[in-house]
């Protein structure tokens, strides 16, 4: 079997299941399904079948066949719909989405897929007899493999470590958000003592991280015996095999050696931390909890996440299972009709081939750029003019090749969306709460290279808005309010960027207690936070650290996720907003650039280097007058005033350490530039020209630099540097602290 036929059929199963869950979910609360949608689930699952079996993934097809069954029972009539059956069909559909996985990867354990088959056999069989269905095991879901990759990416990292590949300095930050992110995933799960567990090893990582303690051999060796009797918790809680007794006996044993090793360990003196830490005696690896539980035997173990010495011997699906066939499988002429229509006018094409073909559009976009700067130094030929105009008729067609082929890299929101109701749901389900959630904009049209990288910052805005904004539905019926909340997200096109917004009707956010512990942590002083505006004190959510709950819990409270939603829009080129009222809700605002690969920038001076500022981060250009730049504070801080308003002066030779032309701020020209909420002026002794530019990681190809975001080519063939306003406003924030 060709894996690139698996491959295809693994794509075309994804979009399936999108359908899937949405028309599960958004009728969940109804507890009834329409005949129209009815057939989708049928046809979705007919199609996931029968795809499977082309692909020789018998496995799930035997799997999916019942399930299929069961729909056509539902089709008939023959079984009548609730909300009951509605969950059971989202619980079947994810447990399928994890199966089709691990056959796909060939991970398959066989016992444990028997186990899941006959249990899912033994529930239709419940819900056809009009029996209640008691749910004596979890069922797995996407959540559960992605504890596996989180578990094997935290080893990887504790083994470099140990073996002195990367720093410890460099690593305790990683690690501590790995088990941050590892808490939060298995809560997804229900699961109640592996979450307890690993707090208190991330308390003390926060420690490290912090700078309280020293990492050192001693607490490594002991991260990696925490990490394997972890993973053993996670299969053991799974299948039951623990009691709350010896759960708790070996915690103590776990808190007495955290304690032991936070009074062993000396407190950092310096901001560095050499290899040289490693040379310590390293401790004796003891087993730390679980050898004392009663061992499984094979037959009753369901859910086994990691390796096992066990034999798992291969037990033939019953034939009966596959052999059955629902009673009809014909769908309406007329929608086959439209489908077979829809699949005649559109191909798959790999991510990987529209990329070359982006990059080869930028080779010409830089080609273009030479021929420009070869026809200007030949202003006083006689066919100058006559040059110029076949150059601009090349730049318009380079210019709408680019937009075609930035169309093709381009997917509606509804790809995006299709994730989050699944997740919005369970967690409103632990949090007791209860929530409509809704989202606009599904044929907004995003990036695919930006549907990574933003589904993280969604993820934690989502879970910052059910756990803090969002009240219970006591709280909210006391304060006058629907005891559902809303949770809302759109997307929309605006002026070559993506405005996506994610708004809830909760509590909104406590400007008071923000910055009142922004303050506590260090994070401002009390004469900054007299001179900010609620908008500014909003914007504090996101600094490392900050948390405003007194306790900190399983699910939260230690300031981290919206510390990554920053990181990770500031590194797709975008920034955020946060709109906020007191009980009336809080609205988080994303803008990001409509792509990443090519840019419109504009060229300044500075001495005798030229850099690029992107074009869409900048509000206006001025050359000030002397009156209207100010001095605050002890230090003297350069303030311009413009139109009553308050804007910091970066002056950019001082951060380069550069030689300009101009040091006085009324000699050369400032450049308002947005970030997050604020405005910055960045001084600079001129600006050039404005042009198309093609973007290239300078990180992958060389190094980081602070301050550069990335490069480019020009046209006479240097490297043009792109200026990171982000990281460099917020250097300059570190330095004046």
């Known amino acids: 079997m060709s894996q690139e036929i698996r491959d295809f059929f693994m794509e075309e199963a994804g979009e399936l299941f999108d359908n899937l869950h949405s028309i599960l979910l958004k009728n969940e609360e109804l507890g009834d399904i329409s005949e129209e949608e009815l057939d989708s689930l049928f046809r979705d699952i007919h199609t996931l079948k029968g795809g499977a079996g082309s692909v020789e993934m018998v496995k799930f097809s035997a799997y999916t066949h019942h399930l299929e069954t069961f729909l056509d029972s539902l089709k008939s009539g023959d079984i009548t719909l609730n909300s009951t059956i509605i969950e059971?069909?989202?619980?079947?559909v994810s447990s399928m989405q994890t199966l089709l996985q691990e056959e796909y990867e060939e991970s398959l354990d066989i016992a444990e897929y028997e186990h899941n088959l006959q249990k899912l056999i033994l529930d239709v069989q419940n819900h056809k007899s009009g029996k209640a269905v008691e749910k004596k095991e979890l069922v797995f879901n996407q959540n559960a493999a992605e504890l596996v990759d989180l578990f094997d990416t935290l080893s990887n990292k504790i083994q470099d470590v140990k073996n002195k590949k990367i720093n410890p300095e460099d690593a305790i930050a990683e690690i501590f958000r790995l088990i941050h992110t590892l808490k939060g995933s298995a809560q997804f799960l229900n699961l109640q003592y592996f979450p307890n567990y690993v707090h208190e090893v991330e308390f003390l990582l926060d420690k490290a991280r912090n700078g309280?303690?020293?990492?050192?051999?001693?607490?490594?060796?002991?991260?990696?015996?925490?990490?394997d009797q972890s993973k053993t918790l996670v299969d053991y809680e799974l299948n039951n095999h623990i009691d709350h007794e010896t759960f708790q006996e070996q915690l103590q044993e776990l808190q007495e050696e955290l304690v032991e090793l936070d009074e062993t360990v000396a407190p950092r003196n310096d901001k560095t931390l050499a290899f040289e830490l490693f040379d310590a005696t390293p401790v004796k690896k003891e087993p730390l909890p679980f050898e004392l539980f009663e061992e499984p035997k094979e037959e009753e173990l369901a859910f086994e996440l990691f390796e096992t010495t066990l034999p798992?011997?291969?037990?033939?699906?019953?034939?009966?299972?596959?052999?059955?066939?629902?009673?009809?499988?014909?769908?309406?002429?007329k929608k086959?009709?439209?489908?077979?229509?829809?699949?005649?006018?559109?191909?798959?094409?790999?991510?990987?081939?529209?990329?070359q073909l982006m990059n080869r559009v930028g080779d010409l976009v830089i080609t273009k750029s030479m021929l420009f700067q070869f026809a200007d130094s030949l202003k006083d030929s006689h066919m100058h003019k006559a040059i110029f105009e076949r150059l601009s008729n090349l730049d318009r067609d380079i210019r709408e090749l680019q937009e075609s082929v930035m169309s093709v890299r381009m997917v509606p929101m509804e790809s995006v969306y299709a994730r989050l109701p699944k997740m919005v749901r369970d967690l409103a389900k632990k949090l007791d709460k209860k929530i409509k959630f809704e989202h606009i904009g599904d044929s907004v049209e995003i990036d695919k290279m930006m549907v990574e990288g933003l589904m993280d910052p969604l993820t934690h805005i989502i879970r910052n808005s059910l756990d803090h904004g969002v009240e219970k539905p006591q709280v909210r019926y006391k304060k006058g309010k629907n005891e559902v909340g809303k949770l809302t997200i759109s997307a929309a096109q605006e002026s070559g960027n993506i405005i996506i917004s994610i708004s809830d009707d909760g509590a909104g956010i406590n400007v008071d207690k923000v910055g009142q512990k922004a303050v506590e942590t260090g994070a401002i002083t009390e004469d900054e936070l007299s001179r900010m505006t609620d908008q500014?004190?909003?914007?504090?959510?996101?600094?490392?650290?900050?948390?405003?709950?007194?306790?900190?819990?399983?699910?939260?409270?230690?300031?981290v996720g919206m510390d990554v939603v920053m990181n990770n829009i500031n590194s797709l080129g975008g920034y955020i907003k946060v709109l906020s009222q007191k009980d009336k809700g809080t609205e988080f605002k994303i803008i990001l650039p409509l792509t990443l690969a090519i840019l419109d920038g504009l060229n300044v001076l500075i001495g005798e280097k030229k850099f690029i500022l992107p074009l869409n981060t900048i509000v206006e250009s001025l050359q000030p007058k002397p009156h209207m730049i100010k001095h605050v504070g002890e230090t003297g801080k350069e303030i311009l005033m413009l139109r009553n308003e308050f804007i910091p002066v970066i002056r950019l030779y001082n951060f380069f350490n550069i030689t300009p032309h101009h040091q006085e701020l009324s000699e050369g020209m400032l450049i308002i530039i947005k970030t997050a909420s604020s405005k910055v002026a960045l001084f600079v002794d001129d600006f050039l020209n404005q042009e198309q530019i093609v973007v290239k990681s300078l990180e992958k190809n060389y190094k980081k630099i602070q301050g550069i975001g990335a490069a480019t080519i020009r046209g006479d063939g240097s490297i043009g540097l792109i200026l990171d306003v982000v990281s460099i406003v917020e250097l300059e924030k570190k330095e004046i602290a």
């Open 312 to 333: 798992t011997p291969e037990v033939e699906t019953p034939k009966k299972a596959l052999n059955e066939t629902p009673k009809s499988t014909v769908t309406k002429p």
């Open 536 to 559: 500014d004190k909003h914007m504090l959510i996101f600094h490392p650290g900050l948390s405003t709950v007194d306790e900190v819990t399983d699910v939260s409270g230690r300031g």
């Open 336 to 355: 086959a009709a439209s489908l077979n229509k829809a699949a005649s006018t559109s191909i798959r094409v790999n991510l990987d081939k529209i990329d």
């Open 212 to 227: 309280d303690i020293l990492y050192t051999q001693h607490f490594n060796t002991l991260m990696e015996t925490i990490v």
């Open 88 to 92: 059971f069909l989202i619980e079947s």
